[in-house]
């Protein structure tokens, strides 16, 4: 069964309501939704964006071959499977003092069990009750969930006590991607949405290939935006060449002499004007996959007495360097900055059902960044 669709319908919504707002009235069923049309001549002009028949959506494209993007492949799995709801294979139960070291035990023991068919080890089961956590608890195999018994009253807590600013439950897998010969594409234009890059000559590539595509942030680029003159003399706004390259992670799915597909589009266009793309064959062996976290009440301890205390946990949970994963059902109160944070090396994870709630700190940059992500094709359902 796929999901995809529900995914799609949700990134699309802000510019599907744009578009269905400008609805003529007495409009036939069936007929195209009007869109907006950008006015400036140095842009592509768009008749329609996204038209409504037989109840599917379809998507137009401009006089360059841009249309809104497919964002239906983000989370686990490409959303294309379910979470699944791995077995437990051992149980923690609450008890007085610090659970750190006996719940990472638990963690490694399952993180040293065989991998099965469905590529996960077991599930680790925290019974209901509190346990207090005075250090960070560390996912770092492949195949491994994490799991309570409810983030709701009665369910299972985990109070991250002590002035450190550590995160609370880190998934870490280890930066050790090696990147092959980077290959130009060829110069034409690829436009926003496209999953087929083209070569001007033979290529290397195989299918199931896990390949960077890079967009470069060329001289020419920063001259046509404006960003090489913003009249600020300040590192903070100063743009340089390679500065804001744009990287996708991707696999390729098939092949032909002189052009691969991708699995999921690039989300900006490669002009050759301005640098066109590249692409680089990646191995990456320290990588996780189909590691979860669930059913969890996070809290941090702080003192009471200063409602801006900074010197306690910053972050529930943190993800890097990890593909195809999860956090669900889980509710973080009174950290300083993220309930969930999933960063560059992350790539197709879910965050559904969850929660951050009454942080504590300053009311400044880098806090109360309830759910932030710096991975790719991230899913986020049902947050607040």
Known sequence: MSFRITISLTVSMALTALCISHKIEGQVPGEDVPSIVFSSDSMPQYKTIINARDDELG????SLGNRVPDFSYCGYMASEKPIPDIPVKITVSAGPGDATRKIQEA???VSSLPVDESGFRGAILLEKGEFEIGGSLFIRSSGVVLRGSGSGA?????????????TLIQVAGRNDRIQGEKLPLAKRYFPLNETE???????????GDRVNVNRPSTKEWLERIGTDRLGVDDFRTHWDPGDFDINWDRTVVAVSPRSITLDAPITNALDPDFGGGYVTKYNWEGRLKNVGVENL????????????DENHRWMAITMNHLCDGWVRRVVAENFVSSAVAVWEGCRRITVEDCKSLSP?????????????????????VRLS
């Open 107 to 109: 963690i490694d023991y």
């Open 297 to 308: 009440h996070c809290l941090s301890g702080f003192d009471p007495s200063n409602p801006k």
């Open 59 to 62: 998507y137009s494209r401009d």
């Open 197 to 207: 890059l083209v070569f001007e000559s033979p290529h290397p590539f195989k299918e």
């Open 360 to 380: 504590i700190g300053e009311t400044a940059n880098y806090r109360r960044y309830s759910f932030q992500t710096l991975g790719q094709m991230l899913c986020g």
């Open 154 to 166: 009665g369910g299972t807590v985990l109070m991250g006590t002590g002035v450190d600013r550590e």
